[in-house]
């Protein structure tokens, strides 16, 4: 059964950058046509879609991030993982990877829902 | 992109159906069939409950189903349980990943 586990600071400080790794077990993170996504959730609020990324370092960045943004896969350790750069207390929120699941698409495997969800993490900022 | 937009709230008796919309543009819900909607209990991750508009993953009960019209998808709940009480949302692809903004779902 496929789990994922994320790790990381729980407090970072402001204009700092906050690192996350997820790690993989239960299952390759080299499978076929699958992505790994991160996904944030702030205090008392909704659902955030981060970025995704699939084994071979091919990626999707949310547009409103993606000068902060980067994403990076170790498939010897069977992690992914996350840098967000120059944090403000607007990063404050639980951190969630997921296996972002794919379905073909015009002859291209697509990424499409998330399936497993880590446990997510808070990850706090603030001096 | 903006979130998609649900019902802040909406509640039913053990037993009955309730539907949960989450309303796009042809630009996300509209143009593509990729909503997926997840079940979130407080303080733990959420849970793929459908995907591709309608479809159940192995393990979810056929009281959950999902449908589409238009720009809006559905999550109708039927035959409620007290264990069904949680947040909903739906996510679909538009340019990029988004989710609607959440509803919590109470059985009375």
């Known amino acids: 059964q496929l789990q994922l586990q994320e790790s990381g600071p729980g407090l970072v400080k402001p204009s700092e950058t906050l690192s996350l790794t997820c790690t993989v077990s239960?299952?390759?993170?080299?499978?076929?046509?699958?992505?790994w996504g991160w996904i944030r959730q702030p205090p008392g609020k909704g659902l955030e879609w981060i970025g995704s990324i699939n084994y071979s370092g091919s990626t999707y960045y949310d547009p409103s991030l993606k000068s902060r943004l980067t994403i990076f896969v170790d498939t010897s350790k069977n992690q992914f993982s996350l840098k967000l750069s120059s944090v403000t207390a607007a990063d404050t929120a639980v951190y969630y990877c997921?296996?972002?699941?794919?379905?073909?698409?015009?002859?291209?495997?697509?990424?499409?829902?998330?399936?497993?969800w880590g446990q997510g993490t808070l990850v706090t900022v603030s001096s | 992109q903006s979130a998609l937009t649900q019902p802040r709230s909406v509640s039913g008796s053990p037993g009955q159906s309730v539907t949960i919309s989450c309303t796009g543009t042809?630009?996300?819900?509209?143009?593509?069939?990729?909503v997926s909607w997840y079940q979130q209990h407080p303080g733990k991750a959420p849970k793929l409950m459908i995907y591709?508009?309608?479809k159940r993953p192995s393990g979810v009960p056929d009281r959950f189903s999902g449908s589409q019209s238009g720009n809006t998808a559905s999550l109708t709940i039927s035959g409620l349980q007290a264990e069904d009480e949680a947040d909903y949302y739906c996510c679909s692809y538009g340019g990029s990943w988004v989710f609607g903004g959440g509803t919590k779902m109470t059985v009375l």
């Open positions: 591709d508009v309608s």
């Open positions: 239960g299952g390759s993170i080299r499978s076929s046509h699958c992505y």
């Open positions: 997921a296996r972002h699941e794919t379905s073909l698409r015009s002859l291209v495997w697509f990424p499409n829902w998330f399936d497993p």
């Open positions: 042809s630009s996300d819900v509209g143009g593509y069939n990729y």
